[in-house]
């Protein structure tokens, strides 16, 4: 590692919506930075005015290529002290970061940190969920095929599970997640230390009930799901079948049982079909 006196990168936390939550640290960290790069330019630039902060900004989001890590690199040799910011929170969470650190750490540069504000930290805080193990997966893939290939493969997850989420998409988003893990306990986050902050928990077909009712829903969301609490308490799905095929269809069946259980659907659906086999041949 460099000498203290010689150039660096910090990675400086900046507000997630409350620019009063900003650390005085952080302060001091951009007043000293030479250069100071961020994901856009526009939004860093009303902090920077806030707070009366002219250093140089440059961008680094992630269209940045070789070029620009080779400069910051270049100036943090030449002993630049080098701020990296996002728009709201922490840097290199759900951003491409981490790159410009790789190369650092392989040239034996300073890298440090500036703690402060981060959205998922907050809002699972907030959720009433377990929050002594999660898994945080950032933004879930826009295309609804590789949205449900991709929850398929953390449906088994014990742990609480945090992801992203555009307020367009919210709605189809968690029908998608009722479908792959079932009627989970979820809480959506929303306008987080804002005028208009928002937390809704419950189980997802109410959230999904709630949301349908508004006409406009606004902000970056952050989706908290409780984890997959069947393989620790398991459910006897054969003798909710028995039951409930009595009175409906086995496609009728699966969905209502998705509802108040966290079987999902297929679950359902695939445990029916066996069921119906086991009879069929009896």
Same mark, same amino acid.
């Given at each position: 590692m460099k000498d203290n006196n010689e150039g660096r990168l910090t990675i400086i936390s900046l507000p997630i919506g409350n620019l009063k939550d900003i650390t005085i640290r952080a302060?001091? &960290?951009? *007043?000293?930075?030479? #250069? !100071?790069?961020? *994901?856009?330019? %526009?939004?860093? +630039?009303? #902090?920077? $005015?806030?707070? $009366? +902060?002219? $250093?140089? #900004?440059m961008s680094y989001h992630e269209h940045s290529d070789v070029k620009t890590r080779k400069f910051i690199i270049d100036e943090i040799e030449n002993g630049k002290n080098v701020s990296l910011v996002s728009d709201a929170g922490t840097p290199l969470i759900s951003d491409p970061g981490y790159k410009l650190v790789k190369e650092l750490k392989k040239r034996n540069l300073r890298v440090t940190s500036c703690p402060g504000p981060s959205s998922p930290i907050a809002a699972i805080t907030l959720s009433g969920l377990p929050s002594d193990k999660f898994f945080f997966s950032g933004f879930l893939p826009v295309k609804v095929k590789a949205k449900k290939d991709y929850l398929e493969e953390l449906k088994n997850i014990k742990s609480t599970l945090i992801f992203f989420e555009s307020s367009n998409r919210i709605i189809k988003t968690? &029908?998608? !997640?009722? &479908?792959?893990?079932? $009627? %989970?306990? !979820?809480? !959506?986050? %929303?306008?987080?230390?804002?005028?208009? &902050? *928002?937390? +809704?928990?419950?189980?997802?077909? *109410?959230?999904i009930k709630e949301l349908s009712l508004r006409e406009n829903i606004k902000g970056e969301i952050i989706i908290i799901v409780e984890g997959n609490i069947n393989s620790d308490k398991p459910q006897n799905l054969e003798v909710i079948l028995e039951d409930t095929l009595k009175s409906m269809s086995l496609s009728d069946a699966a969905k209502e049982i998705s509802k108040y259980t966290n079987f999902s659907r297929k679950e359902v659906y695939n445990a029916a079909l066996k069921l119906k086999g086991k009879e069929d041949e009896s």
């Open positions: 302060l001091e &960290e951009l *007043e000293s930075s030479d #250069l !100071i790069f961020c *994901e856009d330019t %526009r939004t860093t +630039i009303k #902090l920077l $005015n806030h707070y $009366n +902060i002219k $250093n140089k #900004l968690l &029908e998608t !997640i009722l &479908e792959i893990f079932g $009627n %989970r306990k !979820i809480s !959506i986050c %929303r306008e987080l230390t804002k005028k208009f &902050e *928002e937390i +809704i928990t419950s189980k997802i077909t *109410e959230v």
